[in-house]
């Protein structure tokens, strides 16, 4: 599995197979087209990075999924705290919450999770 870092339209173009999926590759070259302004080349070319980087697939014309919206982003935001917190979730948590007041729906949401994950060690 290569790179998965998006760029902008990377992301617009996947937001659209994500919706639309599984489609026919004539189809995808439609909406993209009408969403993106987009030539078929340009959606042939976005297609063939998304496959590279193991996201979707172009087999026989029908375009597939091979990693779901929310498997991507839960490894992007899994990555991001690698990346930037040194892996470190309180520390993420420390960093949001010292902007942005968290509400008590918030907060006990955040105590659920914790407690449906105490002991998955």
Known sequence: MGD???TDAELKFAEIIWANAPLKSSELVRLCETALKWKKST???MLKRLDEKGI???EAGLVIVLIGKEDFFSEQSK???AETFEGS???FVAA???TKKLS???IEELYRLIE???GDS
Request: glycine share 0%; proline share 4%.
């Open 4 to 6: 998965q870092k998006l």
């Open 56 to 58: 979707f697939r172009n």
């Open 116 to 118: 449906a994950h105490e």
């Open 104 to 106: 008590k729906t918030e």
């Open 79 to 81: 990555r991001f705290v």
């Open 96 to 98: 949001f919450t010292r």
């Open 43 to 45: 959606t042939y070319t």
């Open 89 to 91: 979730l309180p520390r």
